[in-house]
């Protein structure tokens, strides 16, 4: 049973950083697999943020976090974080970690798409005050 244990996260001013991190366990480690993080405000629906092929770290950015965010992959402890920097008040959501552990040979294209992704966090709360 694939497991995702989300940390981090909190409140923090605009201009501020927060580092988020989701350890994986509970399947076919260390294989390479589409893993990165979701989010979704209150109201809106969930977009995708960032991920990483952890085979050869390609990493994918929505464009309104590029330059801002940073996605990391340690094999070593199969752990995902997302490094959090110039926050905006706009960046205010449940942050998600998502991982693809569909059937089959894993895909090394990770996309922006929820149905990629069949394994989610429990979510962690961002919020960023003006």
């Known amino acids: 049973q694939v497991h995702l244990a989300e940390s981090g996260g909190g409140s923090v001013q605009a201009g501020g950083s927060l580092r988020l991190s989701c350890r994986a366990t509970?399947?076919?480690?260390?294989?390479?697999?589409?893993m990165g993080w979701f989010r979704q405000a209150p109201g809106q629906e969930r977009e995708g943020v960032a991920f990483i092929y952890t085979g050869d770290r390609t990493t994918y950015y929505t464009d309104s976090v590029k330059g801002r965010f940073t996605i990391a992959h340690d094999t070593a402890i199969n752990t995902v974080s997302l490094q959090m920097d110039s926050l905006k008040p706009e960046d205010t959501a449940i942050y998600y970690c998502?991982?693809?552990?569909?059937?089959?040979?894993?895909?090394?294209?990770?996309?922006?798409?929820?149905?990629?992704?069949?394994?989610y966090g429990q979510g962690t709360q961002v919020t960023v005050s003006s």
């Open positions: 998502a991982v693809d552990h569909r059937p089959g040979p894993p895909p090394r294209l990770c996309t922006m798409q929820s149905n990629q992704y069949n394994y």
């Open positions: 509970g399947y076919d480690w260390p294989s390479s697999r589409c």
